[in-house]
């Protein structure tokens, strides 16, 4: 990590996610090129939300990370590190680049019009992961758009659980605009210490949406050739399912949304339980 980059660090890891990065179901042979990539999206993402960084300090920094990962220097630690990785697997630099762009439209854009904006958002931040991780177990091009559809939901999951923290740390909101007009509810409802009934509807109505990308990705596990990773795609899809049904009965302004350790060993065997009848059948 560069110098300048270090001092926006949120000092976040892998562990830290609301979803398993690189967990202990992935094979070993696979791990270090995802945790790399890893690292490399949390540097940028840490730069993008840093909440006193100016703009213009912050689109420089992305942008060193950008040479660094195209070759044209050396600046960003992580940049060179997932570049050699890149380079040794024979892979594209086109997800962690699409990625890049997501965080310059951190920076820059904080409002998103309705959901057609928020998707198109979606598939710089969220669906070059999946796609990367794919690519990474050579897995077939063909599961993208069920990847693309579990991963955008993952995305809607974590800004619908943190839309009050974004909109009162960077003034940035993702909830489309034209749901909250069609529910008379405003934006400066997610300054308050709880939902007013109007922001409740809102985001009742997004988790119902949300709901639709999960239900799409439904079959994803089951289509993947590594049973490993497949194994943690069941169990990414359920985590999501059941904090998305959370969306629809809590109140992320005031309410915890968030997993506790108890509630994973439930979740965790009906994902395994899921996964199983999958590939029996």
């Given amino acids: 990590m ?61 942008e060193t990370m950008r040479a660094s990962l195209m070759g044209g220097s050396d600046a960003s630690v992580e940049g060179v590190a997932l570049r050699q990785v890149l380079e040794a697997r024979g892979l594209s630099t086109d997800h962690a680049a699409d ?13 998103y019009a309705d959901w057609g904006e928020l998707m198109d958002y979606c598939r710089y931040s969220a669906m070059p992961v999946g796609r990367y991780v794919l690519d990474v177990h050579g897995e077939n091009r063909a599961l ?3 990847s693309d559809a579990l991963c955008a939901a993952l995305q809607i999951v974590n800004h619908l659980q943190d839309c009050a923290k974004d909109y009162r740390d ?10 909250m007009s069609e529910q008379d509810a405003t934006v400066e409802a997610l300054g308050g210490s ?17 709901g639709e990308l999960l239900a799409r ?7 993947i ?17 059941d904090l998305n049904d959370r969306l629809l009965r809590r109140d992320p302004l005031c309410e915890r949304v968030h997993h506790r350790k108890s ?19």
Avoid: C, M
């Fill in 263 to 281: 509630d994973l060993p439930g979740l965790l065997f009906s994902a395994v339980a899921r996964f199983l009848k999958a590939r029996l059948t």
């Fill in 217 to 223: 990705a439904a079959p994803f596990a089951g289509q």
């Fill in 194 to 210: 709880q939902s007013t009934p109007a922001l409740r509807a809102v985001i009742a109505a997004l988790a119902r949406r949300n």
């Fill in 170 to 179: 960077l003034d940035r909101v993702y909830i489309p605009l034209d749901t």
């Fill in 99 to 111: 990625l890049l762009e997501a965080f310059r439209r951190d920076v820059v854009k904080l409002r």
């Fill in 2 to 62: 560069s110098e300048q980059a270090a001092a926006l660090s949120s000092g976040k890891t892998h562990r830290d996610e609301n979803f398993p990065v690189a967990s202990v179901l992935i094979a070993a042979r696979h791990r270090l090129a995802i945790l790399a990539f890893y690292r490399f999206v949390r540097t940028a993402d840490d730069v993008a939300d840093h909440p006193t960084a100016s703009p213009d300090e912050k689109l420089r920094l992305l």
């Fill in 144 to 146: 993208w758009p069920l």
């Fill in 225 to 241: 050739s590594d049973r490993r990773l497949a194994l943690e795609v069941s169990v990414i899809q359920r985590l999501a399912e």
